[in-house]
């Protein structure tokens, strides 16, 4: 069974641009969610999807936005990117009981802000 | 508010040596917690899920206890390894889709 798939593996941007981060859910799996863990911080929620809308939203601004699509994947866009958001974004799967069942994550996109 | 607070903040032990790792939370309503191993560079991977009525569960080496009374759960490893060389994050989940994350306690197992 093929794990969560992140793209880039690394993605190196200027102050002002835009990134679009990719994922790939465990087959099966309906729900993905979008963490930010910068240097030294724990995971902060970003955003959790579900059958393609999304469900929950943590403390970001705006310019923090994404999309599920039909097959489940999702990208995640941040616009007028500012140096700290220099970060290990994570992407997680999980089928929708995420009381019971564990979250998959990928091995991350490494965004750094030049 | 709900928060997720782990010490130490760092530890290393020597190879072959047991440790604990501990866990408070402050999140209500609580549905379950979680353990996660987080390799450098990598996403973290489940090892434990335990809700409300479980005090212990192990996975190998590792075992979590949790006490839901006074709020602590902790994680015992036994016999480390170099590969137990990780930050272990501790999560609680409150009711269906919150997850509240631990900044984790990074472990360095030396030779």
């Known amino acids: 069974e093929a794990g969560v798939t992140q793209s880039p593996t690394h993605l190196i941007k200027t102050r002002g641009q835009q990134a679009t981060l990719r994922c790939s859910p465990i087959?099966?799996?309906?729900?993905v969610y979008w963490y930010q863990q910068a240097l030294g911080l724990g995971l902060q929620f970003l955003l959790w999807?579900?059958?393609?809308?999304?469900?929950n939203r943590g403390n970001f601004p705006p310019r923090f936005s994404g999309r599920q699509f039909p097959n489940y994947s999702s990208e995640l866009n941040v616009n007028a990117l500012e140096l700290e958001d220099s970060a290990l974004y994570l992407c997680a799967s999980s089928s929708r009981d995420i009381v019971n069942q564990p979250q998959h994550f990928g091995d991350g996109t490494r965004l750094s802000i030049l | 508010k709900n928060q997720v607070e782990q010490s130490p903040q760092s530890l290393i032990i020597l190879e072959g040596k047991n440790c604990t790792l501990q866990c408070n939370y402050t999140v209500s309503p609580f549905s379950n917690l979680r353990w996660y191993k987080q390799d450098t560079g990598r996403g973290p991977v489940s090892l434990t899920i335990m809700t409300f009525s479980e005090n212990t569960k192990s996975n190998g080496r590792y075992t979590a206890t949790l006490d839901a009374d006074t709020k602590q759960s902790s994680l015992h490893i036994t016999a480390s390894q170099l590969s137990d060389s990780a930050s272990y994050i501790c999560?609680?989940?409150?009711?269906?889709?919150?997850?509240?994350f631990g900044k984790g306690t990074m472990l360095l197992v030396s030779p």
């Open positions: 087959s099966g799996h309906t729900s």
């Open positions: 999560v609680v989940s409150s009711g269906y889709s919150t997850l509240t």
């Open positions: 999807y579900d059958e393609g809308e999304e469900r």
